[in-house]
């Protein structure tokens, strides 16, 4: 018998339970507004942020740049290549299979939604510089990028209780890398 948590639910439900307390906790430790609206901390922020992108690009491209319908390309962050290697953090944690990459992208691609939230919480302080374009790389085409992202992810996972146990472990590892990277360590 299935687990229920794999059971009669699309693969992004079943992504948001396995990662609820793992996000809660990184979004506890990680102050976010507070490390980008201090000129002390914003460029070891930044960097932080580069590194985790450059990562994940990288890591996810050989199983993610050619998947129909994903726009692998577009969502790269370019603007952040030049910080990327200035932050030392952890190994990107290496995909075995599609639904384990999209399961890690989940993560990334869920930091631009948070991100635009970000940028426009600074944005209220009066911090609107250019350098945090970075939060909000989709503008106004987040919605969409984010809903082709879904559609991919169903598609390529749903119905399928393996998919999306995989899926799952790759957003299980992405939420744990994310933390080591801007956080410096996993909480336990």
Request: charge should be negative; hydrophobic fraction near 40%.
């Amino acid at each position: 018998m299935s687990p229920p948590h794999l059971r009669a639910n699309t693969t992004l439900a079943v992504l948001r339970e396995a990662t609820r307390d793992a996000h809660e906790r990184l979004e506890t430790r990680f102050d976010a507004v507070s490390l980008l609206a201090s000129p002390d901390t914003r460029m070891a922020t930044i960097e932080a942020y580069a590194a985790m992108h450059d990562a994940a690009e990288r890591g996810l491209e050989p199983l993610l740049g050619e998947v129909e319908g994903l726009s692998f390309d577009e969502r790269r962050r370019r603007e952040l290549g030049r910080y990327a290697h200035t932050h030392i953090g952890p190994a990107f944690p290496t995909p075995t299979s599609r639904p384990e990459a999209l399961g890690l992208l989940y993560v990334i691609e869920g930091s631009t939604l948070g991100g635009r939230i970000i940028r426009r919480t600074l944005a209220g302080q009066g911090i609107d510089e250019a350098i945090l374009s970075f939060l909000d790389p989709y503008g106004d085409r987040a919605g969409e990028f984010w809903k082709n992202f879904v559609s991919v992810l169903e598609r390529e996972t749903g119905g399928s209780e393996e998919a999306q146990s995989q899926a799952m472990r790759g957003a299980v590892c992405g939420f744990a890398f994310a933390e080591q990277m801007l956080c410096g360590e996993v909480a336990r």
